[in-house]
T-cell receptor
Framework: GAVVSQHPSWVICKSGTSVKIECRSLDFQATTMFWYRQFPKQSLMLMATSNEGSKATYEQGVEKDKFLINHASLTLSTLTVTSAHPEDSSFYIC???????????FGEGSRLTVL | QQQVKQSPQSLIVQKGGISIINCAYENTAFDYFPWYQQFPGKGPALLIAIRPDVSEKKEGRFTISFNKSAKQFSLHIMDSQPGDSATYFCAARAGSYQLTFGKGTKLSVIP
């Protein structure tokens, strides 16, 4: 199947700093990428949907100024957690699909720990 | 109406046994039902998926059974192995909309 790569796989940062997580589709061009957040022993919670070249669509309750999403190319989307706080500590997962209605491919996830 | 209800929350099965995880939905517009397998610290991986025009799909030891009238679908893992121990998520999607996930089932296969 198609490969979606996330980087970094884990990151530890101090409170107040910003952290950027990259999501790349390695062998296909992703028209749409999704960002999820997953708390321990819970399901995936969709944060936002990003289409290449346009602004991301955020789910209700997700602060767009807190979680900046950029989808500048068909193979790269980035999630920046700005002014991170301990409550932002979580497992962030991206996914990508080639076309509407197509199969969804997930990245390996990025574990963020904010001290 | 967007919910997908998954049960059980956790499941312990002996090696060689059959693992069964069930999901139910309300939205009749859902037309794609995938199952994902997630190991600790990893992203979900697509295991098997079904569309409502068939009642069953089998891939190796994994089978999806789909009951359109009851709005239920289930995952059966035959001859369960310790390596199958993971969290399994059912999901559903209507057209090009995003996936709606179940809450997950933690499967433990004991030797």
């Amino acid at each position: 199947g198609a490969v979606v790569s996330q980087h970094p796989s884990w990151v530890i940062c101090k409170s107040g700093t910003s952290v950027k997580i990259e999501c790349r589709s390695l062998d296909f061009q992703a028209t749409t990428m999704f960002w999820y957040r997953q708390f321990p022993k819970q399901s995936l919670m969709l944060m936002a949907t990003s289409n290449e070249g346009s602004k991301a669509t955020y789910e209700q309750g997700v602060e767009k100024d807190k979680f900046l999403i950029n989808h500048a190319s068909l193979t790269l989307s980035t999630l920046t957690v700005t002014s991170a706080h301990p409550e932002d500590s979580s497992f962030y997962i991206c996914s990508a699909r080639l076309a509407a209605g197509g199969e969804l491919f997930f990245g390996e996830g990025s574990r963020l720990t904010v001290l | 109406q967007q919910q997908v209800k998954q049960s059980p929350q956790s499941l312990i099965v002996q090696k060689g046994g059959i693992s069964i995880i069930n999901c139910a939905y309300e939205n009749t517009a859902f037309d794609y039902f995938p199952w994902y397998q997630q190991f600790p610290g990893k992203g979900p991986a697509l295991l098997i998926a079904i569309r409502p025009d068939v009642s069953e799909k089998k891939e190796g030891r994994f089978t999806i059974s789909f009951n359109k009238s009851a709005k239920q679908f289930s995952l059966h893992i035959m001859d369960s192995q310790p390596g199958d121990s993971a969290t399994y998520f059912c999901a559903a999607r209507a057209g090009s909309y995003q996936l709606t996930f179940g809450k997950g089932t933690k499967l433990s296969v004991i030797p």
